[in-house]
C-alpha cells in the first residue's frame, strides 16, 4: 500500500536527525550524520542524501511527498539559513533549493523551534491548543509562537526570538554580535 509521507529533518549545531513520518506522526526510519565536517553545505547535503538512502527502507524512498527541514535561522520565506551563529556555515545557504537539487522533492524550511512548535501543535503537548509558545532549550534558545492556531513568521520570517532579547545590559558576548541575550544564560551552553 502507499502512503504518503514526508521526510522531516532537523539540523543542530552537532547532529542532524531524520525521520521518514506518516499522516499520523508515526516514525518509520530514523538516521543523523554530523553537521559539523561538512565546511560546504553542498557536501553536507550529499551526505544528508546518501544517508537517507542507505538508512531508510528502499521503498519508503518514493512516497516521500514532501521534505520538512527545521534549522537554526532557518528562514521559512526565503527557504535559506541566515547567518546562523551556531553553525559552520556562513552567510546565507540556500538549504531548500540544496535539498530539492538532491532530493529532487518539494522542500519546506524554518527554524528549528518554530518546526518544534507545529510538531506540538499537530502530535504533541500543545495538541488542541491555539495559542502559546514553545521554548527550546540547547545550543542556544529558540522559541516559535503560535496565536489562534498559527504559527507567527513576521515579516522577515524571523519572528519571536526569545533566545536574543536582551535580559542582561552589556552582559555576555552572544553568538549573534550582541552582548547580554538571553540565550548566553539560559541555553544548555550558558548554564554550563
Ligand atoms: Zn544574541
Known amino acids: 500500500m502507499t502512503k504518503e509521507l514526508v521526510l522531516g529533518i532537523d539540523i543542530g549545531g552537532t547532529n542532524t536527525v531524520w525521520g521518514i513520518v506518516d499522516a499520523r506522526g508515526h516514525i518509520l526510519s530514523t538516521g543523523k550524520i554530523s553537521t559539523k565536517g561538512h565546511p560546504n553545505p553542498e557536501t553536507f547535503m550529499q551526505a544528508l542524501y546518501n544517508n537517507v538512502n542507505a538508512g531508510a527502507p528502499a521503498e519508503l524512498i518514493p512516497q516521500i511527498t514532501g521534505i520538512g527541514i527545521g534549522a537554526p535561522n532557518g528562514n521559512y520565506y526565503s527557504g535559506c539559513i541566515e547567518f546562523a551563529p551556531n553553525l559552520e556555515w ?27 512548535a507545529l510538531g506540538e501543535m499537530q502530535y504533541g503537548a500543545a495538541r488542541g491548543m491555539k495559542d502559546f509558545i514553545m521554548v527550546t532549550l540547547g545550543t542556544g534558545v529558540g522559541s516559535g509562537f503560535v496565536a489562534n492556531g498559527a504559527l507567527i513568521y513576521g515579516h522577515d520570517g524571523l519572528a519571536g526570538e526569545l533566545g536574543h532579547v536582551i ?3 552589556n552582559g555576555r558576548a552572544c553568538g549573534c554580535g550582541r552582548k547580554g541575550c538571553l540565550e548566553t544564560y539560559t541555553s544548555a551552553t550558558g548554564v554550563v
Open 167 to 169: 535580559a542582561v545590559r
Open 90 to 116: 556562513k552567510g546565507v545557504i540556500p538549504l531548500k533549493d540544496l535539498s530539492e537539487k538532491h532530493f529532487k522533492i518539494k522542500t519546506r524550511i524554518t527554524n528549528d523551534a518554530n518546526a518544534a
